[in-house]
C-alpha cells in the first residue's frame, strides 16, 4: 500500500505563488505516473498536472498551463507543484495521487491518493 502525502498548502494572495510537495516512504516516483488534482468545494475533483515516470514529460489542464509546473525531486523522494501567478479559481484541495499503469498522459484511474491540502487564494 503506497501512503502519499501532500504539504505546502496555505493561503496566498492573487499573483503570489506556492509550492506543493507529495511524498511517499516509498522511492516509487520515478518508475510510477504521478498526478495532481484539485476539489473546489461544491464541485467535482479536476484533474491538474501529472508527470510520466521515468522522464520529465508532463501534461497540464489548460487552465493551468504556463502558471504551474510539476517536477519531480529524487533526493527529497517527491514529486512537486510549482504553482505561480495564483488566482481566486485556484481555491482548492489539493491532491496527490500515483499509479504504476505506465499509460501517459493519464487524467483518471490513478490507484493510490493522498489526503489532501489546502490552497486558498484571496483577491
Known amino acids: 500500500q503506497v501512503q502519499l502525502v501532500e504539504s505546502g498548502g496555505g493561503s496566498v494572495q492573487a499573483g503570489n505563488s506556492l509550492r506543493l510537495s507529495c511524498t511517499t516512504a516509498?522511492?516509487?516516483?520515478?518508475?510510477?505516473?504521478v498526478g495532481w488534482f484539485r476539489q473546489a468545494p461544491g464541485k467535482e475533483r479536476e484533474f491538474v498536472a501529472a508527470m510520466r515516470r521515468g522522464g520529465p514529460f508532463a501534461d497540464y489542464a489548460d487552465s493551468v498551463k504556463g502558471r504551474f509546473a510539476i517536477s519531480r525531486d529524487n533526493t527529497k523522494n517527491s514529486v512537486d507543484l510549482q504553482m505561480n501567478s495564483l488566482k481566486p479559481e485556484d481555491t482548492a484541495v489539493y491532491y496527490c495521487a500515483a499509479t504504476s499503469s505506465p499509460v501517459f498522459p493519464r487524467r483518471y484511474g490513478y490507484d493510490y491518493w493522498g489526503q489532501g491540502t489546502q490552497v486558498t487564494v484571496s483577491s
Open positions: 516509498e522511492r516509487i516516483f520515478s518508475s510510477y505516473v
